[in-house]
């Protein structure tokens, strides 16, 4: 079948030749000589990170010559106290892939055949703000609609809401935290947020379920964990494999895959019916306690042992120990939680074993974190619109953000409502194939849209469908809105280009203000360049564009009251009932269940194993496996296996092997076998983001196995809209399954287990 929009290979057409200037150790802030540079031959300039969401603020180093040569920590900053992480010090890397976007491409189309061509900027974005122009004037400006991330993400979403547009979706909430964002708002009228209030310095006891501190390298948590377990906090790890974090642990327990509410309720039962729970904290501040003791009374660790696999002993012992450590005890509420489509309730139970413990807003718990509110830079308000992401996704009461699986489902004429038909795609800092589940879905959205932009640093998977591609310069050379995220103390931080953007590149801001100039909407972009919506905004606030150039970071006083709860302070939780509702009397008055319930969940057929993914330390998703500096540290991902399925399988530690999923999906490429005791016989387990199908990412491609192909069967949580992806199984194939002579000796094999 002809696509109307097939992927193309950008090879070498819009990307960079030249070698890197500087070598991979160096970048990484390690130099030949014992010195390397005196600091004093530097120029600095201050950033805040953009390879995770922790944004760590820092310093970079340019030398006398012009390059780059290493970033560094702030040590005024909260997020990464002076120091980074090997992501944030392998950035740098970012700037000299030799594999960057250069120029503006157009797709060409000659019959069957399709092409990208190199266009002047003033070709693209011409091209761009008329087919804004016509969408609008033949289906509405909602039938445009954004998908995006970070922070070009953050200045598209002012491009697309003063043309009128809020059909704006974002990967991070459907797709990673949503359901913990809705849990905790149902049970403490407040979200987690990010970087998250734990207050893990202080701990005395803190579980991890599902949560995998060490490797998602959030900079910030990973050093106060350091400290906590040199203090002497019990750390408690649930996972099926024997992560990093679980090796740092008093107990590891190996769960059987998609039983974790099973324990979560089990916990919650001996915490109540030991009387281990805070009953002044619950007495004063909570709602339906009598209710939820009644609704687990039979869930005792017993009942969980048969599900889980977890000892009983072992259930009895990790929930004392949280009831000995409490208040200063955090059951973490994770991050990447989009499991088994119960996801929202499983955050529940977490927030509420967080409850009963009381250690919402006390010390070693969570505290209360505070931010400073940005100005918005003068402008007029934003049009109304006849319909936007709210109601594409309003089968899901709860949703809070866009979902941006529904937004690409009403791409496909047969799957939209009437009147909310999405025409074009614009897609900023997100590379969508790589992050939606379901790639059946989003290909058929893509071939059904008209026209779609993608504004990106990188030829990546979804810039080779898009009509017109934007090269975006790295944050290295950038301005981008001011860091102001929460934390015990509100702080600001600048990001500020090191150095001029290469080649044709361009900030996003720059991008954003061209086309809406284009589009008549001048008063929404009333300024010269974006150090005068900087400065306006930091005077605004006590500070100033020059005062932050020299500081890049600054950090201001508490105002809106204490970190913590004083002893029996009054407090009004933003809920229906101003309490801390182990009963929701939201989701009741939704037509969902007020409290968790667990309900099994589907099992790996024979020969069939869970396909369990994660992240790497080196690694922010697929974002960051093409980055020289930090595909060194990782070039490929690697297959946990456990040694009594690789006896049976008759399968060797390095040896290759394909995998084909439940609905008979295959692997692109083999992935290496890694023999371990650390994972479950019933599990596999790979990091996210390899297995690149893109021959422009010189370093990474055919490198693994990619998860993203083999999740196939998703999950969705009706209360917020998550997709859960943990529900696929794959089976182990040796031979080469795309070579026709080895499909029957592979499942021939498999047959005989």
């Known amino acids: 079948m002809i696509t109307r929009r097939k992927f193309i290979q950008i090879s070498a057409l819009g ?19 014992s010195d390397g540079y005196a600091i004093q031959e530097f120029n600095r300039f201050p950033t805040y990170c953009e390879v995770c969401f922790w944004k760590c603020a820092g310093w970079t180093y340019v030398d006398k010559g012009g390059k780059i040569v290493k970033i560094k920590g702030n040590p005024e900053d909260t997020h990464s106290n002076g120091r980074f992480c090997p992501r944030g010090t ?3 890397g970012m700037y000299n892939d030799t594999d960057r976007l250069q120029v503006p491409l157009i797709r060409v189309k000659d019959g069957d055949k399709q092409t990208f061509r190199e266009a002047t900027w003033d070709e693209a974005l011409d091209l761009i703000a008329s087919k804004m122009k016509s969408v609008k004037s033949k289906y509405g400006p909602e039938s445009f609609a954004l998908l995006k991330h970070g922070a070009p993400g953050k200045q598209m979403e002012h491009l697309f809401k003063a043309y009128g547009s809020d059909t704006i979706g974002e990967p991070a909430y ?64 649930v996972d099926p494999r024997l992560s990093t974090a679980a090796s740092k642990s008093k107990y590891w327990l190996p769960i059987k895959p998609a039983t974790d509410l099973a324990l979560l309720l089990a916990w919650i039962h001996v915490i109540i019916y030991e009387e281990l729970y805070d009953k002044k904290y619950v007495e004063q501040y909570g709602y339906g306690f009598d209710e939820l003791k009644a609704h687990v009374a039979d869930m005792t660790p017993e009942w969980a042992y048969g599900i889980t696999t977890i000892q009983p002993d072992v259930i009895r012992a990790t929930a004392r120990e949280m009831g000995h450590a409490a208040p200063a005890v955090i059951v973490h509420p994770g991050r990447h939680v989009v499991w088994y489509g119960d996801d929202t309730q499983r955050g529940r139970a977490v927030a509420i074993l967080n409850g009963l413990l009381g250690s ?10 505070e931010g400073i509110s940005i100005p918005k830079f003068p402008r007029p308000d934003y049009p109304k619109t006849n319909w936007s992401w709210e109601t594409l996704g309003e089968k899901y009461p709860l949703a809070e953000m866009g979902i941006t699986t529904e937004i690409i489902r009403a791409s496909i004429p047969s799957e939209a409502k009437d009147g909310h038909l999405v025409k074009a795609w614009m ?23 008209d026209f779609m932009v993608v504004v990106d640093t990188m030829p990546s998977d979804i810039a080779g469908y898009a009509d017109v591609v934007l090269p975006e310069c790295t944050y290295l050379e950038r301005y981008d809105g001011i860091r102001a995220a929460a934390h015990r103390h509100p702080s600001i931080a600048l990001r500020m280009p090191a150095v001029k953007p290469k080649d044709e590149t361009k900030p996003s801001w720059w991008i954003a203000k061209q086309i809406g100039e284009r589009l008549g909407l001048h008063e929404y972009f009333n300024f010269k360049d974006y150090e005068e919506v900087l400065d306006w905004q930091l005077k605004q606030i006590g500070s100033s564009l020059d005062e932050m150039k020299k500081i890049g970071v600054k950090n201001f006083e508490r105002k809106e009251g204490p970190l913590y709860l004083g002893d029996g302070e009054d407090y009004e939780f933003n809920t229906n009932t101003g309490k801390i509702e182990f009963y929701s009397t939201e989701l009741e008055a939704k037509g969902f269940d007020p409290m968790p319930k667990y309900t099994p ?40 296996v456990n040694p009594r399925v690789a006896k049976i399988l008759d399968i060797k530690n390095g040896q290759y092997v ?22 479950r016989w ?16 010189s370093r990474t491609y055919g490198k693994g196995a990619a998860d993203t192909e083999l999740i196939t069967k998703i999950m969705v949580d009706p209360i917020m809209g998550g997709t859960g992806m943990r529900g696929n199984f794959v089976m182990l194939l040796t031979q080469n399954p795309h070579n026709q002579k080895n499909k029957k000796e592979n499942q021939d094999k498999n047959q005989e287990i």
Request: hydrophobic share 35%.
């Open 682 to 697: 019933d599990s596999v387990y790979m990091v996210h983001g390899f297995g690149q199908t893109n021959k422009s990412m």
């Open 658 to 679: 394909w995998l084909k999923n439940q609905d008979n999906v295959l692997s692109t490429f083999p992935i290496k076998v890694r023999l371990t005791e650390r994972i």
């Open 427 to 449: 897609v900023a800092g997100t590379n969508l194939i790589k992050s939606i589940p379901n790639k059946r879905l989003i290909e058929d959205a893509i071939n059904s849209i």
């Open 90 to 92: 392998g950035g740098v």
């Open 174 to 237: 459907a797709q990673c935290r949503g359901p913990r964002e809705t849990a905790f708002s149902t049970t403490f009228g407040s979200w987690v947020g990010s970087p998250e209030p734990t207050d893990i310095r202080d701990t005395k006891c803190m579980v991890l379920i599902g949560s995998h501190i060490g490797e998602n390298m959030h900079n910030g948590q990973v050093q106060e964990m350091s400290d906590a377990i040199e203090n002497g906090a019990t750390i408690i790890t």
């Open 15 to 33: 990307i960079g030749a030249a070698s890197m200037g500087v070598g991979a150790i160096n970048l990484l802030g390690a130099h030949s000589k």
């Open 601 to 640: 969940h589907p099992e790996p057929p024979a020969g069939f194993y869970r396909l369990i993914y994660g992240r790497a330390p080196m690694h922010t998703f697929s974002r960051t496996v093409n980055n020289p500096n930090l595909n060194d540290l990782m070039d490929e991902n690697a297959l946990w």
């Open 360 to 369: 919402w807003g006390r010390r070693g718990g969570f505290y209360f974190p």
